[in-house]
Structures are given as C-alpha cells and as structure tokens.
C-alpha cells in the first residue's frame, strides 16, 4: 500500500491518501503503512508522515490505535431505537412510550398560535423559559445557570460536544451506553471512555479512571438510565460528586430524559463548584417522540457558545413548538396523564418483573421505558430462540462499548404494554429459551 501513496510534503501525503479513498483503492479498516516505512518509502522525514497521518486523524479519516496502527475510519452501522421494520414478529425491544399514555395535543393546539415570530427576536419563548428556570433550578443547588431550547437531548448533547471538543477527545460514556450516544460520540469523532453502571448509577472507581484517562466530557444518566433502568442514589451522586470536585473544568452533561415519569427524587452531579454543565430535559419520552424539543440548563459559558450554533431562523426550536409544549406542561389535564402513564410503566414492569422472579430470573429495581434481564445464557442464542416463538427481543450486545471477549448475557425488554396473557406467553417463552427449569426458586440479590 506504501507505494501508491505519493508526496513530498505533510500535505500532498495527506491529500494522496485522500484520493485513495475516494477512488475506493482504500476501504473501511484498511491498515495503513507505519509512519517509518512510509517515511522510508517517500524519502520524506518521519515527522512529515507523522504530520500527514495526524491531518488525516483530525479530518476523521483514519483512526490512530497505537502499536495496532493507523486505519481508515468508517461509518459502521449503529443500532437504533425505535421498532424494527419489516418484521411479522412481536417486538418487545423498542423501548418506546404507550402511544395511548401521550397526552393529546389537540386542545392545546388551538391555543398556540398568534403574531409570527420573526429573524432577530430571542430564539426562546419567554413563557417556556420562566417555566423551564422553575423546574430545573431545584436540581441545581444554587448553580448559575441560562436555559437553552434545542431540538430533542439528541441535539442537545451534540451540540454540547461540539462547543467543547475537538476530534479524538475523550468522552465518558456509561457501560451499557444509550444507543444515541455512542452514535452521537462515533459520528463527532470523538473517543468513547466507558464507565460501567450498577443498580446506582455510574461506578465511582470507573469514573475516577476516565478522569486519568483524560475525558473532557461526561454524559450521564441520573434517572432510569438506557438500557439498565439504573437511577443515581443519593449515596453515589455524592460520591462522585466528591470525585468530580479535583475536574470543575470536565463538561458534565446530565440526560435526565425520563423526568416527568419518574418515580425516584432527582438526584445529581452538578455541584455548586462545577464550571461547564449541562442538565438536559426532553419531553419526547412523556409528550411523544415527534415533540422534538429539550430544555438545557447550563452554565452560562456554555449557554453563549450554544447561543452561537442557534442562529435564528436557521437552526432554532419552532416558537409554535415551544408553545405547544408550554401550553402543555402548564395544563393540568396533560400533567396528571403523564403522572399516570409514569405510575403505569412502574406498575406494569414490576409486575413482570415479579413473574421473572419466581422463575429464579433477578431483576433489580430499577425504573423507565424497559427492563433490563440477566439471563443464564448468552442473550444472543436465548433471542434467537425467542424469534422462533413469535418474539423479537433486544441484546444487550447492541449497548457494549467497543469490542468485547464476551457476548452480553442481557436483553432489553420492553413490555410495558403486553396484557397479562402475552406477559405470562412471553415469560414462559423466555424461560424455556435461557434453558431455566420450570419451578426453579426465586433467587433475590
């Protein structure tokens, strides 16, 4: 491969390998040349190949991995949430909300419209804004913050790294991570430090690492965390809280998406003391996916920096949105069936939980949209199984960060609207499929 890469200078090396690609001569995981022979090759310095494989690294175009060497980057498929296509099978690995548990908008539709909002007025409404400062500033502990409307907790935390990083920085991610964010961390070019989750949140030794490791960023979940259900308790927020005391600089974005729903008092990570946070509510798990719409309380550096990626008229939140939403987080009809459809989610989890418990199958006590079940056997064989009896469930495999030696023994379920029947069909389903004989003990952790 060294011979078909030409240049004297960091730039023309860097430009041939770049026609390579495009010419299709180099594909996805190609290993490039060592600087060394590719410096003896061209006749060049080996800090001009050095040069031209870090321009190429910052474009995104090859990957370094140390003595393993240089590779060209790809756009791997991600998994994504959301129901499968093209199926005739039950799924019970969505992960989303009851369609019949979403307020209905209609009423508050017709109270939203009025004079046009126009280029240069403030891109947030100011009716959403006073509501918004008065729901997060509980969970801020005294923290000055601004408020900042972004288009879902997707774009908030893109838009988050993108103030605050560059290429190759390093970014913690909970392990089991929400399949959004290591989309969003792939795509940015950035690098995933993961951070294992327990029945409390994040681990604090695992946090403490990434923090060796050089992360210039933390994305957390505080409550009902994506995949595992796992919500901060107040022992390990002031844990960590305790860690992150040493790194007040470290952006630390809090995705407390499941809110409204929760059934846990709010726990957090930004202390008063902490320099660069974000905590980002969406509403799209309560008032449906297609409300588009994330409120971020954030420092107010970080709230100038985001300002500058909110132009108006190009890419701000529609203020008849914003209404919408306001209209209905402010009506008392809509706040009590999203009460109800959070105490719903509980109730109906708990209670398949409760029959996977008496088939010896430990389920913690965590909370949202999924459970998240260790089984036996690997999760991959146990849902092929599954397949073969009508249903369609998520691997845990799908949520590891990076590569890993061991397949998952997890899978993601979401049944929170399966009748009693399909509940019992699915769990005696599941429990011939992991291999666990009929009356086993239940077994408690």
């Not at 999924?370 to 064989?381: G, K, Y």
Request: glycine share 8%; hydrophobic share 45%; net charge negative.
């Amino acid at each position: 491969m060294s011979d078909e890469i030409t240049g004297t200078t960091a730039a023309e090396i860097a430009d041939s390998v770049r026609a390579l690609l495009e010419r299709g001569v180099l594909r996805s995981g190609a290993l490039l040349p060592p600087v060394r022979e590719l410096a003896a090759t061209l006749g060049v310095n080996r800090n001009t190949a050095v040069a031209a494989y870090r321009q190429l690294a910052q474009a995104g175009l090859v990957i370094s991995r140390g003595r393993a060497g240089t590779v060209v980057s790809g756009m791997d498929a991600v998994a994504q949430e959301g129901y499968a296509s093209d199926t005739v099978l039950r799924d019970v690995g969505t992960g989303n909300p009851d369609p019949a548990l979403i307020p209905d908008p209609s009423t508050a539709l017709a109270t939203v419209a009025g004079r046009p909002v126009l280029y240069g007025e403030p891109v947030i409404d100011r009716g959403l804004e006073r509501w918004a400062r008065e729901w997060v500033a509980p969970d801020l502990g005294g923290s000055d913050f601004r408020i900042t409307i972004t288009s879902g907790a997707v774009d908030a935390v893109e838009r988050l790294l993108a103030q605050a990083l560059t290429r190759d920085d390093a970014v913690a991610l909970e392990d089991p991570c929400f399949l959004a964010s290591i989309h969003t961390v792939r795509l940015g070019g950035y690098r995933a430090v993961p951070v294992p989750v327990d029945s409390e949140g994040m681990t604090v030794d695992g946090l403490r690492a990434a923090l060796a490791a050089g992360v210039r960023a933390i994305i957390c979940t505080p409550r009902a965390q994506n995949p595992t259900g796992a919500s901060l308790s107040a022992r390990r927020a002031e844990e960590l809280r305790a860690v992150l005391v040493e790194h007040p600089y470290v952006l630390l974005i809090e995705d407390d998406h499941y809110s409204m729903l929760s059934q846990r008092t709010s726990e957090t990570l930004i202390s008063p003391g902490h320099r660069r946070f974000a905590l980002i509510r969406s509403v799209s798990k309560f008032l449906g996916p297609d409300m588009c719409l994330a409120i971020a309380a954030t420092d107010p550096e970080t709230a100038e920096r985001l300002a500058m990626r909110l132009s108006p008229g190009t890419t701000w939140v529609s203020h008849l949105l914003q209404r919408l939403t306001l209209a209905q987080l402010t009506d008392a009809d809509a706040v009590a069936r999203v009460a109800a459809a959070g105490a719903h989610y509980a109730e109906r989890n708990e209670a398949f939980a409760s029959r996977l418990r008496a088939h010896g199958i430990a389920i913690p006590d965590t909370e949202g949209l999924s459970l998240w079940v260790e089984l036996p056997q690997p999760a991959r064989l146990v849902a092929e199984r599954l397949m073969r009896r009508g249903w369609l469930a998520r691997t845990g495999d799908d949520f590891a960060l990076g590569e890993r030696a061991d397949a998952s023994h997890h899978l993601r379920l979401t049944v929170h609207d399966l009748s009693d029947d399909d509940a019992d069909t699915l769990v005696a389903d599941l429990v011939s499929a992991a291999g666990i004989p009929v009356g086993t003990a239940q077994v408690t952790r």
